[in-house]
């Protein structure tokens, strides 16, 4: 396992970060869509994570009503001390008119709900899980950097910003002298390269680390979709994120090439490694409900891409390119003439 530090903190989390949106009891809509896992399931799958070297755990007020924390907080215990623990605020715990958001009101109140949840004192990495069009961002800022100042947060990130957001939020916490965003948890995978058009060149120029999350694109780039088999698990009922099916058919051809040329690898730990040796990628976040996934995902750590097993897996998944991104880049002394004649 490899850490690396989360932006321009002094924090070093696991390359692996292990999301826990699977844990989950009850009757809880969400619980039960994500595949309700219970407390001896959820303790297995923390230990296996740990013995492997993760350090870097990511939960939600939101995950199963606020049961995903209780789970984690009770499965690591006494080795909570030793390692980084990230949840967020946003999605609404009730239906009152202020329960959904990241006003001072709502942050101040989820954040004693996460805590005593999680059985701790302080969060290591607070996350705003989405952008809050109805509450000013300076707002949200004075709010967290109260936090950070009562010793209850740490670090704070954000997930789910556009990259215009991104720098509006960290320009106000200059301005102001409060504590700026550290990181970014986004949606990335080989059948959703969005990122890379500005989200990611962001985050590289503010300083902010990057959590992936749906690294496998909901199961999708697991191996088990293909042209011939629309496979099982939860994208059977659950097709998120949404994905190009022939497009990703395509890709999942060429990872299943490159596994079978790496002795008994996965079509799922190849799409992983993809994500580690990417410019910009902090840590990818992985979970499950079998404890099989969890260790078959960790073994990404161990797998080296050659340059051409990249190049062919960067050019049957790469995005075309996107105004202003196919304008042609100028450089002094350029021939004008000839540069319209080339496009022309």
Not at 145 to 174: C, H, P
Request: with cysteine; glycine share 10%; hydrophobic share 40%.
């Amino acid at each position: 396992m490899r850490y690396k530090p989360l932006g321009h903190t002094g924090l070093y989390v696991s390359e692996i970060c292990l999301g826990t949106m699977t844990f989950g009891e009850g009757d809880d809509p969400m619980s039960q869509l994500m595949g309700a896992t219970g407390m001896a399931g959820a303790q297995k799958i923390v230990d296996t994570a740990i013995d492997a070297g993760v350090n870097f755990f990511d939960t939600a007020n939101g995950y199963s009503a606020g049961r995903s924390e209780e789970m984690l907080g009770k499965a690591l215990g006494a080795r909570r001390q030793d390692v980084v623990v990230a949840t967020k605020v946003y999605f609404p715990a009730g239906t009152g008119m202020n329960d959904l958001g990241v006003s001072r009101v709502a942050i101040y109140r989820e954040v004693e709900r996460s805590l005593k949840r999680l059985g701790t004192d302080y969060i290591d990495l607070y996350q705003v899980h989405s952008f809050d069009p109805t509450t000013p961002l300076e707002e949200t800022l004075s709010a967290l950097d109260d936090l950070i100042r009562a010793g209850k947060v740490r670090y704070i990130g954000v997930s789910n910003f556009t990259a215009w957001q991104m720098a509006k939020a960290n320009g106000i916490a200059e301005r102001l002298g409060l504590e700026p965003f550290c990181s970014v948890q986004a949606y990335y995978s080989l059948a959703g390269r969005e990122l890379e058009r500005e989200i990611l060149p962001a985050a590289l120029d503010l300083g902010m680390g990057t959590m992936i999350w749906s690294p496998l694109a909901g199961g999708f780039l697991t191996g088990k979709f293909t042209r011939e088999n629309e496979g099982e698990g939860r994208r059977v009922n659950f097709d998120f994120p949404p994905v190009d099916k022939e497009r990703g058919y395509a890709i999942v051809d060429v990872l299943s090439d490159i596994a079978t040329a790496h002795e008994r690898a996965s079509v799922a730990r190849v799409a992983l490694a993809w994500l580690l040796h990417q410019e910009g990628v902090t840590s990818v976040i992985i979970g499950g409900r079998k404890i099989e996934q969890i260790e078959d995902n960790l073994l990404a750590c161990d797998l080296e891409l050659s340059g051409d097993e990249l190049a062919r897996i960067d050019e049957v998944s790469r995005l075309a390119p996107e105004y202003p991104g196919w304008f042609p880049p100028l450089e002094r002394g350029t021939d004008m003439a000839e540069m319209i004649k080339d496009i022309s």
